[in-house]
């Protein structure tokens, strides 16, 4: 059977007290409404639908960005849950199949638990909706129930006193053959305490029209709804135990899991050894063996077998290190390719830059790549050594094998095997130094 996804975004968050809408707060680098896509993205559904409505063009922009498959639907007044999902009838009026319906808010279902509402659809269930055991159930939905089936649902603010007892709570994933959904949501009215179209109110129309409901249960780590900056932060939280778990498991010694940051699509291989303190941003892929030592922060790079890095070490977008190098305390790399085996160990930025296997690059070495309009490359072949504190002025390449005297600013090339040496020459004084001193010390004596 077919699958149309459709995800609501378009509501304002008041409560995250925010310029930006609510949805693209991010978890683990990630806007919230792409976690919630991607968790679907295994059920390979045949359209996906976001409903923007509250900073639209920003959700849209971002959405886009990540896949620009996604299609939008405006809802252009916040008339509800169920009106929201009506926006998308017209897009979706062809569509042979079922509707999945997923909150912008609530970025954690698992794959496995969509695939189960799957399951139970296809075992005949005409209506199936995603619940959990909330330990405090709040301001969810409430799910009536009797045994297997789901007889409605009633919002906290609608329940009575028994009805607020009931801890089986409505994580807002329901499913439904496209048809039916369309055809029960014509039939809401706004007729409630917060005076909305509730998408909740299907499933009492579906019982009256005699259709079967029915609940899937999954863990509340899944569906915590993200409504504020404290709700965020506990599903980064949440994002990070489950990754850092999946880190361990599959080999990789986090020494201080806690303090251990992941992004989304953090990939670290086998035998990776990370310190305490250490963020992972969006991007990074890191390979077996690797050890990653304390307070280094890491993005958009790749880290090949065997090297090692920081600690205090920044790795920034375009970053490759190659096997066996190292990278030091205090070495920034940007867009930089560094070859197999190259050691940059202290105080250095290179950016914009090739080094080549096995070139030493010594303490406070920077490349100057920008000259304040454009970006320029600097190219250090293999083998090559560059003295401490060498600024190489790019466009610039220092050849295989050169040589770069300590404190050089190196402003031509320097070709394969050749030593260069850009400082002002050292002159040596005999005796003068006790001279000036005893000179020095007259003059004070006179005072
Ligand atoms: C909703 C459910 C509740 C469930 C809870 C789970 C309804 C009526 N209630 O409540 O049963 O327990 O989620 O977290 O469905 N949205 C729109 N347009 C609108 C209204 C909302 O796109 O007109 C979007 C919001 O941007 C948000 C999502 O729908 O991403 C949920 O809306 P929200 O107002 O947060 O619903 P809850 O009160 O949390
Ligand atoms: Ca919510």
């Known amino acids: 059977m077919s699958l149309a996804l459709i995800v609501l975004a378009a509501g304002k968050g008041t409560r995250m007290r925010s310029a930006d809408p609510k949805v693209l707060h991010k978890v683990a680098g990630v ?52 009106h929201a999902v009506d926006q998308a009838r017209a897009a979706l009026a062809d569509f042979d199949g079922d509707v999945a319906v997923l909150l912008g808010d609530t970025p954690f279902i698992s794959p496995d638990t969509l695939s189960r509402i799957r399951d139970r659809r296809a075992e ?60 029960l949501i014509a039939q809401l009215n706004d007729d409630n305490a ?77 035998d990776v050894i990370v310190e305490p303190n250490v963020v992972f941003g969006l991007g990074v892929r890191v390979e077996d063996g690797v050890t990653i030592r304390a307070f280094s922060h890491l993005e958009g790079c790749h880290v090949a077998p065997g090297a090692t890095v920081g600690p205090y070490a920044r790795l920034r977008p375009g970053s490759t290190i190659g096997a066996g190098a190292r990278v030091g305390n205090f070495v920034e790399t940007k867009n930089a390719d560094i070859a197999a085996g190259a050691k940059l160990n202290h105080l250095s930025y290179i950016g914009d830059a090739e080094v080549g296997a096995e070139a030493n690059i010594g303490a406070g070495t920077i490349t100057c790549n920008y000259d304040g309009v454009s970006k320029h490359r600097t190219e250090i072949g293999a083998g090559a050594f560059i003295g401490s504190n060498a600024s190489l002025v790019a466009p610039v390449s220092v050849g295989a094998g050169a040589i770069v005297g300590a404190g050089s600013v190196v402003t031509r090339n320097v070709p394969d095997h050749a030593l260069a040496v850009a400082r002002a020459d050292q002159k040596t004084l005999p005796d003068l130094a006790r001279k000036l001193r005893e000179r020095r010390l007259a003059m004070k004596a006179k005072k």
Request: aromatic share 6%; net charge negative; charged share 20%.
């Open 31 to 82: 806007p919230m409404v792409i976690h919630a896509l991607n968790a679907a993205a295994p059920l390979a559904p045949e359209r996906r639908l976001v409903v923007v409505g509250h900073g639209g063009a920003a959700v849209r922009a971002q959405v886009q960005a990540h896949d620009a498959s996604i299609e939008f639907v405006d809802q252009t007044e916040q008339l509800g849950t169920g």
């Open 124 to 183: 005949g269930s005409d209506l199936v909706v995603l619940g959990f055991e909330a330990a405090d159930p709040g301001k969810y939905g409430r799910l009536v129930a009797q045994g297997d089936r789901l007889e409605r649902i009633v919002e906290a603010k609608d329940a009575t006193p028994e009805e607020l007892a009931i801890r089986l709570c409505n994580s807002g994933v329901i499913c439904a053959d496209r048809a039916l959904m369309f055809d």
């Open 194 to 270: 917060s005076g909305e179209y509730y998408l909740t109110d299907i499933i009492g129309l579906a019982n009256d029209a005699g259709r079967t409901c029915s609940v899937v249960v999954c863990d509340e780590a899944e569906t915590l709804g993200v409504n504020s900056r404290i709700d965020l932060a506990a599903a980064d939280g949440i994002f990070q135990a489950r990754a850092r778990q999946a880190a361990m498991a599959a080999g990789v010694t986090l020494q201080a899991p806690d303090t251990v940051y992941f992004s989304y699509d953090t990939q670290l291989g086998q």
